[in-house]
C-alpha cells in the first residue's frame, strides 16, 4: 500500500508569483486535507476536498485555491505569494469523511 | 472544535512507559479524542483515536478517563525513536471538519 506522496519536496518563489503543490493520495482515500505549517507551530487547517470538492475551509485568503481530481489526488494553487506564506504545505488524506488523516511529508515553500 | 492542554515538554528514559497527559474538559459527546506525533521536519503521524473507551493498537495505548475530561497517550517502551512533538486533538467526526492542532507536548527519550 502506498502512502501519501507530495512534489516537490523544497520550493523557492519569489513574493507576488505563484505556486502549486502536487498531492497524492493513500490507496483507496478519497478525501484529502491541506494543512500549513509555519516554523515552530502546530499545523493549520487550509481546506479539505471530497469527491472533487471543497468541503470544509479554514481562515485562508481566497488566494489558497485547490483541485481534487477524479483519481483523488489534489493541488494547492497559491497565488500573489507573500513572504508570511513561507512554510511546510501538508497534505493527509483519509478513506472515510471525518476519519483519521494520514499525512504525506510536506512541501517546504521557501519565498524571497 | 473543543480545546486541549498539553505539558510543554516531557523527558523519559529508553525502555520505560512514556504516559503523556491531555485535557480536554470541554469535550462534547460526539468528538472523539487524536494523537498524533511529529518527528522533526516530517510530516504529523496518526497514532490512536477514541471515543469513550480505552484504546490499544501496535504503537500505543489510550486511556480516557470515564467523564472524558482527560486522557492518557501511553508508549509501554519508549524508544530514542520516539522523540517527537505528541498532539492532542479533539474533533467531531464528520465530513469537513479539520484537525485543530496546539502546541503539543515535546518528548524526548534519552538512554
Known amino acids: 500500500e502506498t502512502g501519501v506522496t507530495q512534489s516537490p519536496t523544497h520550493l523557492i518563489k519569489t513574493r507576488g508569483q505563484q505556486v502549486t503543490l502536487r498531492c497524492s493520495s493513500q490507496s483507496g482515500h478519497n478525501t484529502v486535507s491541506w494543512y500549513q505549517q509555519a516554523l515552530g507551530q502546530g499545523p493549520q487547517f487550509i481546506f479539505q476536498?471530497?469527491?472533487?470538492?471543497?468541503?470544509g475551509r479554514g481562515n485562508f485568503p481566497p488566494r489558497f485555491s485547490g483541485l481534487q481530481f477524479p483519481n483523488y489526488s489534489s493541488e494547492l494553487n497559491v497565488n500573489a505569494l507573500e513572504l508570511d506564506d513561507s512554510a511546510l504545505y501538508l497534505c493527509?488524506?483519509?478513506?472515510?469523511?471525518?476519519?483519521?488523516?494520514?499525512f504525506g511529508p510536506g512541501t517546504r515553500l521557501t519565498v524571497t | 472544535d473543543a480545546k486541549t492542554t498539553q505539558p510543554t515538554s516531557m523527558d523519559c528514559a529508553e525502555g520505560r512507559a512514556a504516559n503523556l497527559p491531555c485535557n480536554h474538559s470541554t469535550i462534547s459527546g460526539n468528538e472523539y479524542v487524536y494523537w498524533y506525533r511529529q518527528i522533526h521536519s516530517q510530516g504529523p503521524q496518526y497514532i490512536i483515536h477514541g471515543l469513550k473507551n480505552n484504546e490499544t493498537n501496535e504503537m500505543a495505548s489510550l486511556i480516557i478517563t470515564e467523564d472524558r475530561k482527560s486522557s492518557t497517550l501511553i508508549l509501554p517502551h519508549a524508544t530514542l525513536r520516539d522523540t517527537a512533538v505528541y498532539y492532542c486533538i479533539v474533533r467531531v467526526g464528520q465530513a469537513g471538519t479539520a484537525l485543530i492542532f496546539g502546541k503539543g507536548t515535546t518528548l524526548s527519550v534519552s538512554s
Open positions: 476536498y471530497y469527491r472533487e470538492e471543497e468541503n
Open positions: 493527509a488524506s483519509s478513506s472515510v469523511q471525518g476519519g483519521e488523516q494520514y
